[in-house]
């Protein structure tokens, strides 16, 4: 297949877990570099490779591309102590890691982070039974200090101890930490954090500009998905970054004008982890259980079972707009093989008074009103996992896929059947330049 320089970016286009992960690693051997620009140990992505299951959660996919750069961009956030247990067991797999770059603008968790954390979702489920169901790695809290404008950057871990000094205190104060911290403690740990960031950390703003003008071919890696970015997710059952397609621009310091396509995973039904409404959730029926069961549906990074569902359309549709999707990776469609029915939802309708929604409502309170239309799909009863073509996979599975097209608007490029490489059906190539 005839390839062309194209720079694209990959985004969850659900609640997570799509399966972007495997994607990613898929493409990346088309690409020149894989670039991460939001979230951070929150994140879970499952790479197969040669055999081997490994579990990223700061890492870029691409990793295990030895050839390839991998950047992590100034928006993603992350927790040294993590990264090096992330980095060692990839050593000790005897991979490499000489090609990972860290941006020098990342925020920090400290441990503090972490705590607050887990603080404010023991006083949220006491004082409302509101808790939001977070991963508990300090992810909220170092994206409201980095907002707040007492961050702790990458760079600012190099700087001299008195300058260094300076900035802890001040964090100790306006915080009100000194009764949990000592100054020497944090600086301590800044110093450990400093050791383990320093064979990574550059500019990686002049790394990304210099690669775009030497023609080099970038993957942007998203992580989370669209319904959990801060500002389009069902807030506050959200994560604190943008995980929508802006996150990439923003979040590297690559302006829009460079991308050049930007695809959507999405699974061939639903899941998402942690609390919020879910319309079409199927979790304790049978049905549910049986999809969480062939799904394996458990999480990468805090081993929580998944609520599961049918696949929502009206969602696909408001990740298809909020990130301008030019195509969709539909994964774990092997999922589905021996349903006699699946449901499709293809609209919502208010419980009280009866009105039809196509749209997601920004009210929560709405959408606890509203509930599933569903069309009904005949199954394929026939296993897909050995499918080589789009064209072997069984008429009724096609439909499916092709029914899922017209109500997202929006065409399925990839299909995967399976968790190995070779079980993904290619009906046009993300990186090949023209527009369907
Ligand atoms: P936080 O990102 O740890 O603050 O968690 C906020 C919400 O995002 C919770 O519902 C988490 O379960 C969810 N979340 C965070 N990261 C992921 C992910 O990588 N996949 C799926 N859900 C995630």
Avoid at 38 to 62: D, I, M
Avoid at 214 to 231: C, H, I, P, S, Y
Wanted: charged residues 20%; contains cysteine.
């Amino acid at each position: 297949m005839m390839m062309m320089m194209t720079h694209l970016i990959v985004v969850g286009a659900q609640w997570g877990d799509e399966g972007k992960a495997k994607v990613v690693d898929q493409l990346a051997e088309f690409a020149d570099m894989v670039v991460r620009s939001q979230g951070g140990s929150n994140a879970g992505h499952t790479v197969k490779f040669k055999g081997e299951t490994f579990k990223f959660h700061h890492l870029p996919s691409g990793l295990l591309y030895e050839e390839k750069a991998c950047v992590i961009g100034p928006g993603v956030v992350l927790a040294p102590h993590f990264l090096k247990e992330e980095l060692d067991s990839i050593h000790a797999k005897g991979y490499s890691t000489k090609n990972l770059k860290i941006s020098d603008r990342c925020h920090i968790t400290f441990p503090y982070h972490v705590a607050q954390d887990k603080q404010q979702e023991t006083l949220r489920s006491s004082h409302n039974g509101s808790k939001i169901g977070t991963t508990g790695k300090g992810i909220g809290p170092t994206y409201m200090d980095k907002v707040g404008r007492m961050g702790i950057r990458v760079a600012d871990l190099f700087e001299s101890e008195i300058t260094l000094k300076t900035q802890l205190q001040t964090i100790l104060t306006q915080k009100e930490l000194t009764e949990l911290f000592t100054l020497e403690t944090l600086y301590t740990l800044a110093l450990e954090y400093k050791a383990i960031l320093a064979p990574y950390a550059c500019d990686t703003l002049a790394l990304l500009q210099d690669a775009l003008k030497a023609g080099k071919q970038l993957l942007f890696e998203g992580a989370q998905g669209t319904l959990l970015d801060v500002d389009f997710g069902t807030y506050p059952f959200v994560t604190s970054s943008n995980a929508t397609a802006g996150g990439a621009c923003t979040g590297t310091g690559v302006g829009p004008s460079k991308i050049d396509a930007t695809l959507g995973v999405m699974k061939a039904y639903l899941t998402r982890v942690g609390e919020g409404p879910f319309p079409t959730e199927l979790s304790d029926t049978v049905v549910g259980e049986r999809i969480c069961e062939i799904g394996v549906e458990y999480g990468t990074t805090t081993g929580r079972k998944r609520r599961v569902g049918w696949f929502d359309a009206v969602i696909a549709r408001f990740g298809v707009e909020v990130n301008g999707l030019d195509g969709i990776a539909l994964t774990k469609l092997d999922v589905l093989d021996s349903f006699e029915t699946i449901d499709v939802c293809t609209g919502y309708v208010h419980v009280e008074t009866g009105a039809h929604y196509d749209r997601l409502p920004t009210s929560l309170a709405t959408l606890s009103q509203l509930k599933p239309v569903y069309e009904t799909h005949q199954g394929w009863l026939a296993d897909t996992t050995a499918c080589q073509t789009f064209e072997a996979l069984p008429p009724n599975c096609q439909a499916y896929v092709k029914r899922l097209e017209v109500l997202m608007d929006c065409p399925v490029w990839m299909v995967s059947v399976g968790p190995d490489r070779e079980q993904t059906l290619m009906r046009r190539h993300p990186f090949a330049l023209e527009k369907v």
